[in-house]
């Protein structure tokens, strides 16, 4: 059993940025993959950005340019640094682990971008 945690959101300004966090136990260096879902209130919940093992990472369309996602495996935590925010990243955000054929998810965190 993976545990997952997610830290960092927040309300923010447009244009902001914030940083999230997501601290898993054991090794995330064993981990296939980690990411960032979304979900906005009425909508699908989405992928944002995923890092896998190797180091690959993979963006949606809508975040490419703005959001980066990083790893330190020492912490066994992913980042998502999340710059230039817009009204329309307002969401709860998920981290997923997939690990040995089964996904963990967090319990989420909200960000809100708001004036």
């Known amino acids: 059993q993976v545990q997952v945690a997610e830290s960092g959101g927040g309300l923010v300004q447009p244009g902001g940025s914030l940083r999230l966090s997501c601290a898993a136990s054991?090794?995330?260096?064993?981990?296939?993959?980690m990411g960032w879902h979304r979900q906005a209130p009425g909508k699908r919940r989405e992928l944002v950005a995923e890092?896998?093992?190797?180091?690959?990472?993979h963006y949606a369309d809508s975040v490419k340019g703005r959001f980066a996602i990083s790893r330190d495996n020492a912490k066994n935590t992913v980042y998502l640094q999340m710059n230039s925010l817009k009204l329309e990243d307002t969401a709860i955000y998920y981290c997923?682990?997939?690990?040995?054929?089964?996904?963990?998810w967090g319990q989420g965190t909200q960000v809100t971008v708001s004036s």
């Open positions: 054991g090794s995330i260096s064993n981990f296939l993959s």
């Open positions: 890092i896998t093992r190797a180091g690959l990472t």
């Open positions: 997923l682990v997939y690990s040995a054929g089964t996904d963990y």
